[in-house]
């Protein structure tokens, strides 16, 4: 009867990392995090949509009057770029009726020899009485004219130069960005603290122990970041996925190329700022032994995010800024700020490898030397543990 044949490294790393992913789609808090983010998302959609809806379109009876006059407003709607119908309502009555059940938001009554007159449930609107008023002078101008003998007037046309034409384009990338870079900020907060509270749990349960015993600490750590880390991606994904497809179902974007573009840049983005930050919640975890003492070891990384996360924002009134510019090559800081400086547009070629680049360099440094403080670290459960402790029992 031959032994059992032991897995190689990656064999180990796998099984590892197995081990993460199917603990954490059991795990409550991983399902609930997911929802409410699915759900903000779609909220935000939905009140996206309802705010554009709004303001730009009314429904305007009209008792009496000519066709002219009907004609008239529907002009008028569409110079102020208002989506105007004209509902014919048989007299006053009728118009009040119809204002009480919400069925015209007003009703022009153009009667008789006098004045034509408005009549709302409370106030008018800026778009209603802009078009109203619009079309009531339009029609007694040309009443006037025709009056007095002129029957065909011709008006200078305005021609209509826009400095920036992309501007409305550029503040959709930018708000697009701003939004993935939430999301980025949000997913590592959330999966930095699931290596982090995973690490703590195996050496409080002495688990880790066990598991050392067949692998090496390096083994243990690369399983764990790349498990939660496939996770963590396949949610981002599928989050970005969702939120591109209802921006264009909603219509909520013009630019779909520009969306796509956006998205891939906040994934990309996501993968380097996940090595980086998983490695240093793990290694700072590792120095721990109590969920108690947990959350002093790993607040300076916090911070950290939450300082990108600020500039990030701030990039976006001044993606050419001193302080954008310099953080966006900034290990660390990069994967908030970039996206915000690319969706603006102002990012060169070669400025979008350099950042990557020593992205990547930082991400080695930081497995490297958190490797160490991993393996010296993780099975020493007595109390809090030093990294400079850590470093010279590791080099012993």
Do not use: C, H
């Amino acid at each position: 009867m031959s032994a059992s044949r032991t897995p190689g490294s990656a064999g180990l790393v796998r099984l590892v990392a197995a081990r993460e992913i199917s603990a954490r789609l059991r795990d409550k808090n991983f399902i609930i995090s997911s929802v409410v983010i699915l759900v903000v998302l779609l909220g935000a959609m939905g009140m996206q949509v309802a705010l554009g809806s709004g303001g730009d379109s009314t429904r305007i009876g009209l008792v009496g009057g000519s066709a002219a006059l009907g004609e008239a407003l529907e002009a008028q709607g569409e110079a102020l770029d208002v989506d105007v119908t004209v509902v014919a309502v048989d007299d006053e009555d009728a118009a009040r009726t119809a204002i009480e059940e919400d069925e015209v938001d007003g009703v022009l009554v153009a009667e008789g020899a006098g004045e034509p007159e408005l009549l709302v449930e409370q106030s008018a609107d800026g778009a209603l009485q802009s078009v109203v008023q619009g079309a009531v002078a339009q029609l007694a101008l040309a009443d006037q004219l025709a009056a007095a003998g002129v029957s065909d007037l011709e008006l200078p046309q305005v021609g209509v130069t826009a400095l920036d034409p992309d501007a409305d384009q550029d503040g959709q990338r930018v708000g697009m960005a701003i939004i993935g870079v939430s999301l980025l900020y949000g997913l590592l907060i959330l999966f930095g603290q699931f290596v982090a509270q995973g690490v703590v749990e195996e050496k409080s349960s002495r688990v880790v122990e066990l598991l050392l015993a067949t692998m090496r600490p390096w083994q243990l750590l690369a399983g764990k970041i790349i498990g939660l880390g496939l996770l963590g991606l396949a949610q981002i994904v599928l989050i970005v996925v969702i939120g591109v497809a209802g921006a264009l179902a909603l219509d909520i974007v013009d630019i779909p190329g520009e969306l796509v573009g956006t998205a891939v840049a906040v994934v990309a983005w996501f993968v380097l700022a996940y090595a980086f930050y998983a490695a240093i919640f793990a290694v700072t975890a590792s120095l721990v032994s109590r969920q108690e003492d947990l959350n002093t070891v790993v607040m300076p990384t916090i911070m950290v995010l939450v300082v990108a996360f600020v500039v990030g924002i701030q990039a976006a009134s001044e993606p050419e800024g001193t302080l954008a510019v310099i953080t966006s090559y900034v290990p660390g800081l990069s994967p908030m700020v970039m996206p915000v400086r690319q969706a603006a547009g102002s990012v060169a070629a070669w400025e979008l490898v350099l950042s990557a680049a020593l992205m990547i360099a930082a991400i080695v440094l930081v497995v490297r030397l958190g490797g160490r403080v991993y393996a010296a670290a993780l099975l020493r459960t007595s109390g809090k543990v030093k990294m400079r402790e850590a470093l010279r029992a590791e080099r012993v």
